[in-house]
Structures are given as structure tokens and as C-alpha cells.
Nanobody, 123 residues
Framework: QVQLVESGGGSVQAGGSLRLSCAVS????????MAWFRQVPGKERDFVAA????????DYVDSVKGRFTISRDFAKKTVYLQMNSLQPEDTAVYYC????????????????WGQGTQVTISS
């Protein structure tokens, strides 16, 4: 059973930075494409960023391009989301997700999910 555990959320002021981590256990880490989604109350879970199983391809929602960077560490079996120049509209619960091999921007196509970590940006 694959388990994902996020960490690194918190509260920062606009313009600040946070780095989210997602530790993966119970599966073959290199077999999974990984992604970050975010959700605010009353809305759907939205795609933020994804990285291929090999780590050589990434994808981002337009609103975070140039500010967020997704990466993966195969030795640590961990995926990161470096978030810079944070804005109040980035406030959400951020979820890590995994699916076999193929990247996707569609939440329903991901098999495994973490519990989420809250990110709050104040103006």
C-alpha cells in the first residue's frame, strides 16, 4: 500500500516562500508520476504541478509558473514543491498525489493521496 505524507505547510506573508515535502512509502517510488493539487473550501481540487516518474518532465498550472518548482529525490523517496513569491490566492490545503507512470492534470486519475497540508498566505 502506497502512503504519502505531506509536510512543510504553514502561514507566511505575501511575497514569502515555503517548501512542501511529500514522503512516499510502500511502493516503487520510481514507478509513479507525482503531483501537487490544492483545494479551498467549497471548491474542487485544482492541479498545481506534476513531475514525471523519471523526473525529466514537469508541468504547472499557469498561475504558478515561474514561482513554484516541483522536484523529486529518488534516494529520499520524496517530492518537493518549492513555492516562492506567495500570494493570498495561493492559500489552500495542498495535497500530494501519485499515479503509475503517466503524468496527469486530472485529480481523479491519481490513485494515491496524502492527507493534505494547510498553506495560508496573509496580505
Amino acid at each position: 500500500q502506497v502512503q504519502l505524507v505531506e509536510s512543510g505547510g504553514g502561514s507566511v506573508q505575501a511575497g514569502g516562500s515555503l517548501r512542501l515535502s511529500c514522503a512516499v512509502s510502500g511502493g516503487t517510488f520510481s514507478s509513479y508520476a507525482m503531483a501537487w493539487f490544492r483545494q479551498v473550501p467549497g471548491k474542487e481540487r485544482d492541479f498545481v504541478a506534476a513531475i514525471s516518474w523519471s523526473g525529466d518532465r514537469t508541468d504547472y498550472v499557469d498561475s504558478v509558473k515561474g514561482r513554484f518548482t516541483i522536484s523529486r529525490d529518488f534516494a529520499k523517496k520524496t517530492v518537493y514543491l518549492q513555492m516562492n513569491s506567495l500570494q493570498p490566492e495561493d492559500t489552500a490545503v495542498y495535497y500530494c498525489a501519485a499515479r503509475r507512470y503517466i503524468m496527469s492534470v486530472v485529480a481523479s486519475q491519481y490513485e494515491y493521496w496524502g492527507q493534505g497540508t494547510q498553506v495560508t498566505i496573509s496580505s
